[in-house]
């Protein structure tokens, strides 16, 4: 179907973007303490929220965990809320 439309919806984006997410802390935590662990099992909705949305606990609590491990950094801005944004906002 050579004209055929692609067509893309924020739900499934935003659907990948978190499952990639949820791939890298799976790994990360791999290599945790029990206590390390816990801590992310029960953070880990701060990687996945707005960084404009989160309290000073929050921030304070994502602050930590991107320092320790930086693979859980945001690339340049383009994180996961960012391009949820985009997309709701008719932007992507």
């Known amino acids: 179907?050579?004209?055929a439309?692609?067509?893309?919806?924020?739900?499934?984006?935003?659907?990948?973007?978190?499952n990639a997410v949820e791939k890298v802390?799976?790994?990360l935590r791999e290599s945790l303490t029990?206590?390390?662990?816990?801590?992310?099992?029960?953070?880990?909705f701060v990687l996945?929220?707005?960084e404009r949305e989160l309290n000073d606990k929050e921030?304070?609590?994502?602050?930590?965990?991107t320092t320790n491990y930086p693979e859980l950094e945001k690339n340049d801005g383009a994180d996961i809320s960012t391009l949820a944004m985009?997309?709701?906002e008719g932007k992507l």
């Open 1 to 3: 179907m050579p004209d």
């Open 5 to 18: 439309r692609i067509v893309i919806d924020k739900f499934h984006v935003v659907r990948m973007a978190n």
């Open 25 to 27: 802390r799976k790994i």
């Open 34 to 44: 029990l206590k390390q662990r816990r801590g992310l099992m029960h953070d880990r």
């Open 48 to 50: 996945l929220k707005r």
């Open 59 to 65: 921030q304070l609590l994502l602050s930590g965990w």
């Open 86 to 88: 985009l997309i709701e």
